[in-house]
């Protein structure tokens, strides 16, 4: 199971904090890399805190190394898939970064996790946000990886949420409407009208029906209202399920 990190991020960051502190706090990371895991983890932990608030997209260059880092503590957490997810993630990012020998020397086990090849699977569409912007690894975009972690972003200003996650396990964030449902509420709004004209065609047969001239016009509007009604009501049931579908919908 690939974990993420900072999944929890500031909903509205009362200081927003800049790409140099952020670049700060991954080579503080990096550096307690090889010493206590309580040192990684408190340095990893002030990476979180300052990602969730950096309000810029990052340069793809600080994505890669966030992946790497990532690669890192799932490496310490013995979760050797998610390492070797991540490292993959950190190449494809930035192809031109490495694992230095002061964090792997030759023959450490690491090495051969950061060796490791996989294939980069498909990508997924990423519903778009209802006001700000989304960015995956410092990029916009429209769909995110299915196999790997990327960096994700959603910034509005002050507002932001951002962490290293999965496409299973994205952060929250204000998505915009499902383009079906627009479409499923205009059937449910012809669907009403339809029923209401049926209702009202039914109540104008049923008045003949009350009122008939003769035998023949008595049986006609008996048969009409009949009609009408059955489908006023079978128009108002496809109303509310429309309507209550497009709602359902809206909510994805």
Do not use: K
């Amino acid at each position: 199971m690939i974990l993420f990190l900072a999944a929890t991020a500031v909903a509205e960051c009362t200081v927003p904090r800049t790409l140099v502190e952020l670049d700060t706090s991954i080579g503080e990371a990096e550096s307690s890399w090889g010493q206590s895991p309580a040192s990684f983890a408190e340095a990893m932990g002030g990476a979180r805190a300052v990602l969730g608030c950096v309000n810029q997209p990052l340069p793809g260059s600080t994505a890669s190394r966030l992946l790497r880092l990532r690669g890192l503590e799932a490496f310490l957490g013995r979760d050797t898939p998610t390492a070797a997810a991540a490292f993959n993630a950190a190449r494809a990012v930035d192809p031109a970064i490495t694992l230095p020998d002061s964090m792997a020397p030759a023959g450490n086990p690491l090495r051969a996790v950061w060796d490791t090849q996989l294939d980069p699977g498909p990508g997924t569409a990423l519903r778009g946000a209802r006001r700000g912007q989304l960015y995956v690894d410092g990029a916009t975009a429209t769909s995110v990886p299915t196999e790997r972690p990327f960096v994700f972003q959603w910034i509005d200003g002050v507002r932001v949420e951002g962490g290293i996650t999965t496409a299973d396990a994205l952060p929250s964030y204000p998505r915009a409407r499902h383009p079906a449902a627009t479409p499923l509420m205009v059937a449910s709004g012809v669907a009403a009208a339809a029923a209401v004209a049926s209702y009202g065609l039914a109540w104008a047969a049923r008045d003949e029906w009350e009122h008939p001239d003769g035998a023949e016009s008595f049986e006609s509007a008996y048969m009409r209202t009949n009609a009408f009604s059955i489908a006023a009501a079978g128009a108002g049931i496809g109303a509310v399920g429309l309507l209550g579908t497009s709602l359902v919908v809206a909510r994805w």
